[in-house]
Structures are given as structure tokens and as C-alpha cells.
């Protein structure tokens, strides 16, 4: 394997400065290019640094000029939106090395209703639920069951705000008409059973034929204690997990070997970290549900489960290009 690669991270936040930092510490490394970056990338990189901090993660045709301009080695999309977009699939189009999933792959994560229908059809554990694109017939559905705890879920990306716990039917039809306010994102949208559990992610690298499970992390998902306040994107987070049990780990690899099998069935192979959003429901004979899964890495969780990782994140992410996971 050739030395001094240049690296373009597409991200930015502290996701994209724990990758820029870990593919700094790697041998193979000569530069790295983070879009948009930040400066907090700049105080971690050991390498040599470019950052274009007025490029959207979006903005294919811009990221390709820099590719073939600053002769790039890898791409690493690590970004959701530009996943949905189709980046990685433009890459490929273009030759370049990439880890990240097409955009048919990443539907998995841009479309909750989609998703969860997958999940369905792949007999994955899942709370019940329902997709609407009717604010009406939302209500509706609502209206005509038992009073309970509901989540309501903006079907496209949100940042990780389009969900909203509501503890009764007047909250849960509440938060439908909130829909609104993330537009074609929040056309569709979800109505789903609450679960009680313990909340935790897990990631797994796949090369589309293989996977490995890397690691664990819980974090805060909610604004204040004792799970008050609304959802945020995660605040504060560890690895690895107290309840993540050898019999958890068991139920974890056999929910990602039924979910990477299940896309490539679908004419979507996977490649690249896929996160899975879990919920470990019960206590004598604990059941993982799936809650969510993610096109990428976890913004606090990387920050906590990729520095434990031993290996040279070039080599990884070239094994993931190869097809040399497992």
C-alpha cells in the first residue's frame, strides 16, 4: 500500500474532527481535505490540512473538481445529507475510492418510512407503527386508539429533531400538525409504539459482503435529566455500554447479519459504518428492538468508540474499497 494518500473527510462538528484526527495518526496518510471542516479539525490533525468551510457536504460538482484537482486517494461521506443526495454514487461514477453507501443503501436511514417497512419484511424486532402522509388521517389513527405514549417521527432528515415523544393522544396529534414544520421532510411521518428499555448504538463496517461489528456507545438523548425535555442529537455519551452483555452482543450481530443480507437481496449493498439505534426491552429475557439505523457514524458515539480503535483507519476504510471486511 502506497504512503502519503490524501484523505477528504465530508463532514464537519465533531464527527468529522475525530476522522480527520484518526486518519492523521495513520502511516498512509500524507494530507488531509475536510468539507466543510471546522477549526476545531485544524487543533487535532497531525498531518498537513485544507478545509472549505463555505462548501455545503451537498455540493457534488464542487467536491469532485477537488477531487481530481487536490488528486484524492479516499473519500470518506460520513455525512447524512450527502448520502441522500448521492455523492458517494457520483464518486463511483468518477473512479475515485470511497467509503460510504449509495444512495439506495442509505434509504435506510433518509426514509424512516422506508425503513421501517424494510425492517418489516425482513422480520427485524421493530415497535409497532404506522406511515401517514395525511395530517388528517394521522389524527385520526391517533384518535381511534387506547390513551398511551406515542412517538411521532418525521420520515426524512432532520438532524435528529424530527422526533417527538408524546405522552398522550392530545400531545401525539399535537406533534403530527408539528410535522409541517420540516417540510417535504416532514410530508411523511411515522405514529409508533412507545417501548420502555435502555437505549444504546452499535456500528458495524461492511464491504457488502462482509461485516464487522466495531463497537458500542450509549448517549443523552434527551435535553435534561431523568429523560425530560425534548430530543436532541445526543449529549454526552460512553463506550461501551453497561448493558451491552454478551447475550446483547449476540442479539446485536444477528439484527446486522439480517440487515446486510436483506439489502443486498434488495439490490442495495451496503458499504461502509452502518449504526444501529437499539432498544434493550425487559429484563429476564431482554429483547434488542431496532429503533433506528443511521447511514454513518454517531455524533457524540464516534467520538468515544472510534479513539478505541487499535487499528489504522486508512487500512480499514481501503478494506472496505477492496472488499476485504471479515
Not at 116 to 126: A, G
Not at 268 to 288: A, D, E, F, N
Amino acid at each position: 500500500m502506497k504512503r502519503n494518500n490524501t484523505v477528504l473527510v465530508v463532514d464537519a462538528g465533531g464527527r468529522g474532527a475525530t476522522l480527520v484526527h484518526k486518519y492523521s495518526q495513520s502511516k498512509y496518510v500524507g494530507k488531509l481535505i475536510a468539507i466543510p471542516g471546522n477549526d476545531l479539525i485544524k487543533l487535532n490533525c497531525k498531518k498537513p490540512l485544507k478545509i472549505f468551510p463555505n462548501l455545503k457536504t451537498t455540493s457534488i460538482k464542487e467536491i469532485l473538481e477537488i477531487c481530481k484537482k487536490e488528486k484524492v486517494d479516499l473519500v470518506d461521506v460520513a455525512q447524512d445529507n450527502a448520502v441522500a443526495v448521492g455523492l458517494v454514487d457520483a464518486l463511483i461514477q468518477e473512479g475515485i475510492s470511497v467509503v460510504g453507501p449509495t444512495k439506495a443503501a442509505g434509504q435506510i436511514e433518509w426514509s424512516k418510512d422506508w425503513s421501517r417497512s424494510f425492517m418489516k419484511k425482513y422480520n427485524l424486532p421493530i415497535p409497532d407503527f404506522k406511515s401517514f402522509k395525511s395530517t388528517r388521517l394521522g389524527i385520526k389513527y391517533i384518535k381511534s386508539l387506547k390513551e398511551q405514549p406515542f412517538y411521532i417521527k418525521a420520515s426524512g432528515l432532520t438532524f435528529g429533531k424530527g422526533v417527538y415523544f408524546a405522552k398522550t393522544k392530545y400531545e401525539a396529534a399535537k406533534a403530527v400538525y408539528s410535522m409541517k414544520q420540516f417540510g417535504k421532510e416532514g410530508q411523511t411521518f411515522l405514529v409508533e409504539e412507545t417501548l420502555i428499555g435502555e437505549e444504546f448504538s452499535s456500528y458495524a463496517i461492511s464491504d457488502g459482503n462482509n461485516f464487522k461489528i466495531i463497537g458500542h456507545a450509549q448517549d443523552n438523548k434527551r435535553a435534561y435529566n431523568f429523560d425530560e425535555g425534548e430530543n436532541t442529537g445526543g449529549i454526552g455519551c460512553t463506550s461501551k455500554p453497561l448493558v451491552i452483555t454478551k447475550q446483547i452482543e449476540k442479539q446485536i450481530e444477528g439484527i446486522f447479519r439480517k440487515t446486510f443480507a436483506g439489502l443486498s437481496k434488495e439490490g442495495r449493498p451496503y458499504t461502509g459504518i452502518l449504526y444501529l439505534g437499539g432498544m434493550i426491552v425487559g429484563s429476564v429475557k431482554p429483547k434488542v428492538y431496532v429503533i433506528e439505523f443511521n447511514s454513518r457514524w454517531g455524533d457524540p458515539e464516534i467520538e468515544v468508540v472510534l479513539p478505541a480503535v487499535v487499528n489504522d483507519l486508512f487500512e480499514v476504510s481501503m478494506a472496505v474499497v477492496d472488499k476485504r471486511v471479515g
